[in-house]
Each structure stands twice: as structure tokens, then as C-alpha cells.
């Protein structure tokens, strides 16, 4: 059976191009070997591009979610690794997200968070998506009624503040919104929570930036609550995931 995939690009050129870039071996055999540990099928030199069918909001409705574990695909743990994110700290926030699509029965492993109404924000190297009901993930801090919240376009960006800030996750509240479109969803966990200091890690997109103007509103309606952007540490990349990979040391 081959692979089903989505982008104009062929599957195998992003595998391999992945493979390289992560240090691993990136021959034909070790693509196909790859691709049946991520995708949960057969190897076949035959990789098939279909449409572009996973991505965004369209997800939602492509595929289902089978099952959630603990992580213990080698596949995922690479791409965290990748990533710049230890398998301990992966492990304590994410499961393992085995997901099928409702159509050609392809299969795929995912990182995924779970959120709020029940779905999961899903993450592989080549997909990024909500399944299942789409909702914010809230992540409480270790400090009990925390003073400071902490709003990320993804949990990737998440984890890499947590890395690269440690005192993130003791001293404040974390959102996920999963998506620019749950900005919304946010306000409810951040209007009268007795925040005061709201941090904005949002993308360095057009959608990154139409979301800190909505936060930066919220916050002048709510007296008590400064808004920060953090953008300027990493302003010369997308996200913070991106400059934390791009600067991690050797």
C-alpha cells in the first residue's frame, strides 16, 4: 500500500531533506523505513501525493483520532529531539496520537496536547492541525493562583519557553491556542482571572500579529493587566520554536 501525503513537493524530497538536516542517515531505504515507522504502514518504494488534504481546519474532518498513549514511537521522539525538546519534557506534556483519515484509512503517528473541549492539537514534521473539537490547551503553572499568563501560537513554542526560560512554568499560567483562530477561547480563560501580566509569545506571521493586537485590546479592557510582547527575542524567525532550534548551542 503507498503512502498518501499532502504538498506539492514529493514526500520522499521532505523525509530526506528532514532526515539530513536531523543528522540521521537520508538514503531511499532509510526514507522508506522512516516513513513506515511515522505513517503506521507497509514500506513501499511507491510514495503516492494526493491533494492537499491536511492541513489547516480541513483536518478536522480528514481524519480521526484512534487512539492516545504515552509516546513511545522512535519516529516522534526524533522529531522532539529535532526539535530541540527533551523526550523527558515531550513525555510530560504530550501523548502519542494515533490518528487514521476517514477516507483512504491512511494512518499516522502524532504528538498531540489535549485540550480543553476534548480534541487535540496534533503536530508531526509534516502536519500541524486540530482534531477532534478545536479548543484552546491550558496549562497550569506550579504557583497556585499564578499572577502572570503566558499565550503560545503552539505547545512546540511552549515547550521551547520552558526550556530556554525555566522559571516560566513555575511562576505562571500557559495557553495553547492551537490555532489563531481560537483567540477567543483564550479571552474566557484570561478576562477576570485576576492575571496582571499577560506575555505574548505569539508567531512572527501576519495571523501572529492580528492575534497581539486582540490581546494587547484585551488587555487595556481588563485595568489591572499589562501586556509584553516578547517577539523581540526571536525576531528574525517565525516562531520561538524555530529561533530556539536555530540557536540551541552544539
Not at 2 to 12: G, H, K, M, Q
Not at 162 to 179: A, E, K, M, T, V
Not at 245 to 250: C, D, S, Y
Amino acid at each position: 500500500m503507498a503512502f498518501r501525503y499532502f504538498e506539492t513537493s514529493t514526500v520522499c524530497e521532505r523525509i530526506q531533506a528532514y532526515l539530513k538536516a536531523t543528522g540521521e542517515d537520508h538514503t531511499l531505504a532509510d526514507v522508506i523505513r522512516w516513513a513506515s515507522n511515522m505513517f503506521a504502514q507497509p514500506a513501499s518504494d511507491s510514495i503516492a501525493i494526493e491533494g492537499n488534504d491536511v492541513q489547516g481546519n480541513k483536518a478536522q474532518l480528514d481524519w480521526r483520532i484512534v487512539r492516545v498513549e504515552p509516546i513511545e514511537d522512535i519516529a516522534l521522539f526524533r522529531y522532539l529531539k529535532s526539535r530541540g525538546i527533551s523526550p523527558k519534557l515531550g513525555s510530560h506534556y504530550l501523548k502519542e496520537v494515533y490518528l487514521r483519515h476517514n477516507s483512504t484509512l491512511d494512518a499516522m503517528y502524532t504528538l498531540g496536547i489535549p485540550n480543553e473541549d476534548g480534541g487535540y492539537g496534533v503536530i508531526n514534521p509534516f502536519l500541524e492541525a486540530n482534531i477532534g473539537p478545536q479548543a484552546i490547551s491550558f496549562v497550569r503553572g506550579h504557583k497556585p493562583k499564578a499572577n502572570k499568563v503566558h499565550i503560545f501560537h503552539d505547545f512546540m513554542d511552549m515547550l521551547s519557553a520552558f526550556i530556554r526560560f525555566p522559571q516560566l512554568r513555575d511562576s505562571g499560567d500557559s495557553i495553547c491556542l492551537n490555532s489563531h483562530h481560537q483567540i477567543n477561547d483564550a479571552f474566557a480563560y484570561i478576562k477576570d482571572f485576576g492575571y496582571t501580566k499577560l506575555y505574548d509569545w505569539t508567531s512572527n506571521t501576519l495571523e501572529g500579529k492580528q492575534v497581539s493586537k486582540r490581546l494587547r485590546a484585551a488587555s487595556i479592557a481588563e485595568p489591572q493587566l499589562r501586556h509584553f510582547l516578547m517577539h523581540k527575542i526571536y525576531a528574525r524567525y517565525r516562531t520561538l520554536n524555530d529561533w530556539h532550534v536555530a540557536t540551541l548551542g552544539p
